[in-house]
């Protein structure tokens, strides 16, 4: 389904069984605006499994499974862009919770490497033809592990980047560079 009366846009999806999903933006002069809702339900998932675990305790031995139940994703998605001449700024947040039915049948655990908390922020000035030149922050929250030996969640971590795009001519020379960065349990960045 689409609506887009002046400056809104509604579009909603479902599919049978398993998802759904609605989109409202809204445009203003140099400003767009976008939420995100989104529902999905899977049954029997795949996942890894260890073989053989008992006697050498190692993941180098694995098989796809089909895990019990049902796992259940909903979250919200929120998106600002603002442009100003050559420059766009974009921020964006993501919310998701995502769970599974738990090994023992009772209650539900989260899925694991699905962050519950994930954001971003990216400055651009692009002149199209000429040059680009941007910086990228991605943030991701902590998540929780399986099988990890040491700890149930990790940390949460930033993704920061530079990137520049020069044209000349026909042909384009682009550079790009990404770091990682880690916060303990103290909210220091490593």
Known sequence: MLYKPENWTVRGSYGKGFFASIDISYTFDSVETSVTLFSSDVENVTEL???NQQLT????S????????QSEIRGAEFLLRYRWNDIKLTGSYLYTDASKQSNSGIGRVPLTLTPEHSAGAVIMWEEHGSHLV???AYYTGTQHLENNPYRDRSDAYW???LLGQITVGR???FL???TYSTYDKQKRIH
């Open 49 to 51: 499994e260890g073989i």
């Open 57 to 60: 305790p190692s993941y180098k």
């Open 62 to 69: 694995v098989r796809i499974i089909n895990s019990p139940g």
């Open 134 to 136: 941007g910086f990228e």
């Open 159 to 161: 993704h920061l980047g």
């Open 171 to 173: 042909i384009s020379y």
């Open 176 to 178: 790009m560079q990404r």
